[in-house]
């Protein structure tokens, strides 16, 4: 599990949490997007498309798996231009770790880490400081250039 570098000046991270509802998630998204589009990857890039893709399907799972009631989910990105990659981390409260299924081509869901998997470079979980989970991703920064 790689460490995040503390030298990340704080223009170089977001975090927030949100409320675990759809809503939270759909915010989630946008404030990802928002805040990919500071760092320079405008709307309708690779950059800016692949990483608001993990960022809704790892905060969908984090409502629609992780939910605690009465608990919220947090949201982290890390501009890492160093190793060329925006790192994603969505931590929930609930201790079940997400488990990648294989849905038949009929199922209209269980596609979301498979969509993470094809997207980033590489994704995994691991434990939070107190109860629950961070699953995390990272994906190409220089996809644009």
């Not at 939070?128 to 989970?133: E, I, L, N, R």
């Amino acid at each position: 599990m790689p460490t995040i570098s503390v030298s990340n000046s704080p223009a170089d991270v977001f975090a927030q949490r949100f409320s675990a509802t759809r809503r939270g998630a759909r915010l989630a998204r946008l404030l990802a997007g928002h805040q990919l589009a500071v760092w320079g990857h405008q709307h309708g890039t690779c950059v800016h498309d692949t990483v608001t893709l993990v960022v809704a399907e790892l905060s969908a799972n984090a409502v629609l798996h992780g939910l605690v009631p009465g608990r919220d989910f947090g949201l982290a990105l890390w501009r890492e231009d160093d190793r060329g990659l925006i790192r994603i981390e969505v931590s929930d409260t609930h201790p079940a770790r997400p488990v990648r299924l294989t849905p038949a081509p009929d199922e209209d869901h269980g596609r979301g880490l498979v969509l993470v998997g094809a997207l980033a470079v590489r994704w995994g979980v691991r434990a939070c400081v107190g109860p629950g989970k961070t699953v995390w991703a990272e994906c190409l920064a220089a996809a644009d250039a």
